[in-house]
């Protein structure tokens, strides 16, 4: 029998309703200090572990930084995918995994993860 995971349940029927949350209003700000204190370059792979709607990751991507969002979540990874699709952003992806068992190929330069 599969165990479900109820934080993934929880957010994937909370993401419709994620970005009206009023922490959210901060995200141009939180951006700012991450560039700052992770000395983030333009040219680097960036992973933002825990990505929800992608709200830092998107930010980052029209500064002119390159992504990649990983989130649990499909119902976050939708909101997400969304976003950056309407701001036709190609310099951010976003991917499905339990950030305790991610592995990937590709060597980040920073990583973080913002709620």
């Given at each position: ?28 700000a939180e ?85």
């Amino acid at each position: 029998m599969k165990k479900t995971n109820d934080w993934k349940n929880f957010f994937d029927h909370h993401a419709h309703k994620y970005m009206d949350e009023p922490f959210v209003k901060a995200t141009k700000a939180e951006v700012n200090f991450l560039i700052e204190h992770l000395a983030l370059a333009k040219d680097r792979c960036i992973l933002n572990m825990g990505c929800s709607t992608g709200r830092h990751a998107i930010e980052l991507a029209k500064r002119g930084y390159h992504i990649t969002g990983v989130d649990l979540s499909s119902g976050m990874l939708d909101q997400a995918r969304a976003a950056a699709m309407e701001e036709n952003l190609t310099t951010v992806s976003f991917q499905q995994a339990d950030a305790t068992c991610f592995i990937t190929d590709i060597p980040f330069e920073r990583a973080y993860c913002v709620c």
